[in-house]
């Protein structure tokens, strides 16, 4: 297993393959990811602990943000805009299941002066 630091908490890499990766993300009360897309990448979350707030919002002028409680499973296809987000009371720990290709990660915004685009590395997008 990879696990790496982020800003906004911990990214594990429990498997990665040819066909298909898992990771399990820890995000800190109050915290969230970068918004981003994928342009091949298609994955499926579910919500282990916590309340996922999950903005799927196409750009700053509206709100679509849709709570997802623990046991709660969405997908979120190529090219769908999307942020995972935490609320200030409670971390949120996800299990995510994908295709293999974890560096197919653009940001649009993030919170924490990351660059705004693909960074080309295994794990290293959001």
């Known amino acids: 297993m990879k696990i790496n630091d982020k800003p906004w908490g911990k990214e594990m890499i429990i498997v990665d393959t040819e066909k298909y990766a898992m990771k399990r993300l820890l995000i800190k009360a109050g915290h969230r990811l970068s918004m981003q897309f994928h342009t091949d990448r298609d994955k499926t979350v579910y919500v282990h602990k916590g309340t996922l707030q999950l903005d799927l919002s196409r750009d700053s002028s509206e709100s679509n943000i849709v709570d997802l409680e623990e046991g709660h499973i969405w997908r979120i296809l190529p090219r769908a805009i999307h942020r995972f987000a935490a609320s200030s009371e409670q971390d949120v720990e996800l299990l995510e299941v ?7 990660v653009f940001r649009l915004s993030d919170d924490y002066g990351r660059p705004t685009i693909n960074e080309g590395r295994k794990g290293g997008g959001i």
């Open 98 to 104: 994908s295709t293999p290709n974890l560096d197919d």
